[in-house]
């Protein structure tokens, strides 16, 4: 009978993994040479004292070969930023997808995974839509281990600190997305690992 059980309970985690897989979409996997500059991988820096280095990570995993490595120091008044996507000064930091391929009303959410050590920052992801506005959804390390952090669109809000000369500022998400950037914010110091991008579909 506990055979029986076991069986039917391994049945049913499988059938939830393939249909958590199923309903989203993997648009980001970190498995590329991570480097910045001009034509890097990932578009990241920091200003205002704080610091950032970025690298790919292989001892700490959620999935494939490697993570993302974010090694900070985020002081009061600076900021840091670590983007992929499309029209970042990094040339080579698209995702695995086409943001304009990508049928953007299937989904209703966009999430990453963290790797919590319970170090209590607060890490902004940020959005930049179709009409360069950046959108924000803040979230808290309070957790040790993997987590995938889900970020629903409608939860996100229009930066009030700062948005881009280019931004058409009409509080209005407009898709496709162009790009991500997470930014652990001040004051906080440490590392935090990244992985797995996904749009949760509706």
Do not use: H
Not at 13 to 26: K, T, V
Not at 91 to 111: G, V
Not at 112 to 138: C, H, M, P, Q
């Amino acid at each position: 009978m506990k055979k029986l059980i076991l069986a039917a309970a391994l049945v049913l985690g499988l059938a939830g993994f393939c249909f958590a897989q199923e309903n989203s979409l993997l648009i980001d996997s970190f498995e590329v040479m991570i480097s910045g500059g001009a034509t890097g991988t990932v578009d990241f820096g920091a200003g205002n004292g704080s610091s950032v280095t970025v690298t790919g990570a292989t001892d700490i995993i959620k999935d494939g070969s490697q993570s993302l490595k974010a090694v900070y120091n985020a002081v009061p008044g600076g900021y840091i930023w670590i983007a992929r996507g499309e029209g970042l000064d990094a040339k080579s930091a698209q995702w695995l997808r086409n943001t304009q391929d990508i049928d953007w009303p299937k989904y209703q959410a966009i999430a990453f995974y963290l790797y919590g050590s319970d170090s209590k920052t607060s890490i902004a992801f940020d959005l930049k839509d179709n009409g360069s506005e950046i959108w924000r959804y803040v979230t808290v390390d309070n957790f040790k281990g993997w987590k995938q952090i889900v970020c629903p669109f409608s939860e996100f809000y229009a930066r009030g600190d700062w948005q881009p000369d280019a931004s058409d500022k009409n509080n209005q998400m407009d898709f496709p997305i162009k790009s991500y950037q997470f930014e652990p914010l001040p004051e906080s110091k440490g590392t935090l690992y990244f992985d797995e991008v996904r749009l949760i579909a509706k």
